[in-house]
């Protein structure tokens, strides 16, 4: 009877052992899938902080470059005189341009038209100017240009990186050497800037003739045409100087303008007189044109003196920045400070980018720094900003720069013109 009692005591036991190690396994596993679970969700909760800490990209977003342009460097034969070391034999234009680079230093986009060429200096090209007797073989000076490329050299050295090449003078020295264009244009294309304006060969199909650069996020060609070649048009039986032809250059802007934000033609127009303030029915008619095939940005040269800039719809025109440097000081006599007061004038390009991937283009900021180019008796070259100037470069200076400010401002004033040095 004891033993009965005994077993079915220990039964009971046993019993509530197993449902107590049961209950504990229970437990610990219910603990344990709920640990997993917390662990689970404690991923998924730090995956959201994650998503919520991690900055989604904001849109829109915008996109800056900013723009420097000036005229023409017309490199008459004391201008590269006065560069010249006879003794090394080499040229050095870095003193006549020395308070240009100060200013260019800040811009993304810089800009010139080098309207002389570069070829190498095979042979006696020599001046036909009055008085202009002495030069250093090989180069050439008015009416036939051939110029030192050590200029092109300092050039970019100080910062400018985007260059035009076709002008009046692009076939000067072609009746010497079918060479001098892809002489000029070798040189160029060695230096990593864009260019534009010539072509490399013969059949190059002009509509893939650019470069595509790129600004802060911003891209940008430029185009370059000359409308004469100075009655030498029969020398560039090549074709490698892009004459303009409407046509062709509608065709060249459809080829590129879906490709960049920016577009930018440089037109060399020889459509009206040289030294005139006025702007011609022809170069508007032209930057109409230009306008109207969604050409953002026009920069004309070849008057060799300032004229007005203005919008036509969404396209800004300037339409000459006159000289950058050159030697017509000498002609102040006749044409006064035309060909020696140039411009350095300066924009700001902005690019909005939408979430769904559009875009939108805007050009404000429109400001601009006259310069002046100095020299006495032929020597000590200098590019001068006007901001920068002193009566020892020219005791009129004032008044000079208040002349040429009404003739830059003649049809739009919405520009900001950098203020004249006050202290002589």
Same mark, same amino acid.
């Given at each position: ?6 077993? +079915? ?11 107590? =190690? ?85 811009? *993304? ?24 007797? =002495? ?21 970019? +050295? ?19 050497? *079918? ?8 040189f160029w294309q060695g230096k990593n800037i864009t260019i534009a304006g010539f072509k490399p060969t013969p059949d190059t199909d002009s509509t893939q003739n650019y470069t595509i650069a790129e600004a802060n996020g911003i891209t940008y060609t430029l185009l370059n045409y000359t409308t004469s070649l100075n009655g030498l048009d029969g020398y560039n039986s090549s074709n490698l100087i892009n004459i303009f032809d409407e046509?062709? /250059? ?5 080829? =590129? ?7 930018? /033609? ?18 508007? +008619? ?8 969604? /050409? ?17 719809? *969404? ?29 350095l004038a300066t924009l700001d390009i902005t690019k909005t980018v939408q979430k769904d991937g559009t875009s939108s283009i805007k050009i404000d900021n429109l400001g601009a720094d006259l310069t002046y180019t100095y020299n006495k008796n032929h020597t000590n070259y200098r590019v001068v900003p006007f901001s920068k100037m002193t009566k020892e470069y020219n005791p009129n200076y004032l008044e000079i720069y208040e002349d040429? +400010? ?5 049809? *739009? ?12």
């Open positions: 009877m004891a033993k009965k009692k005994l077993k +079915k005591k220990f039964k009971v036991v046993f019993t509530l052992i197993i449902i107590i =190690v049961i209950s504990l396994g229970g437990y610990i596993a219910f603990t344990k899938s709920d640990d997993i679970l917390s662990k689970i969700k404690g991923n998924s909760s730090e995956g959201n902080k994650t998503s919520e800490n991690t900055q989604e990209e904001i849109y829109p977003k915008t996109y800056k470059a900013s723009l420097i342009a000036t005229g023409d460097g017309l490199l008459h034969n004391p201008v590269y005189n006065d560069a010249y070391d006879a003794a090394t034999k080499t040229f050095d234009f870095t003193p006549q341009l020395q308070y240009v680079k100060e200013i260019v230093d800040n811009y *993304d986009i810089v800009y010139y038209n080098q309207e002389t060429l570069f070829a190498k200096p095979e042979g006696p090209l020599l001046s036909l100017f009055p008085g202009d007797s =002495v030069n250093i073989s090989g180069y050439g000076s008015y009416p036939r240009f051939n110029s030192p490329s050590a200029f092109g050299d300092d050039m970019v +050295k100080i910062g400018f990186n985007t260059v035009s090449l076709a002008s009046n003078h692009s076939a000067d020295c072609l009746n010497y050497t *079918d060479l001098c264009v892809t002489q000029s244009y070798d046509e062709q /250059v509608k065709k060249d802007i459809e080829a =590129v303008r879906d490709k960049v934000d920016v577009l930018i /033609v440089a037109m060399h127009w020889h459509t009206g007189p040289e030294y005139s303030f006025e702007v011609t029915e022809e170069n508007r +008619k032209i930057a109409t044109f230009l306008a109207e095939n969604n /050409v953002d940005i026009v920069l004309g040269t070849y008057s060799h003196c300032l004229q007005p800039f203005e919008w036509i719809g *969404d396209t800004l025109v300037y339409y000459s920045l006159g000289n950058f440097i050159s030697n017509q000081g000498d002609l102040i006599d006749s044409i006064g400070y035309k060909g020696i007061v140039g411009v040429y +400010k009404e003739v830059f401002t003649a049809l *739009d004033k919405n520009i900001n013109i950098a203020p004249v040095n006050m202290e002589a």
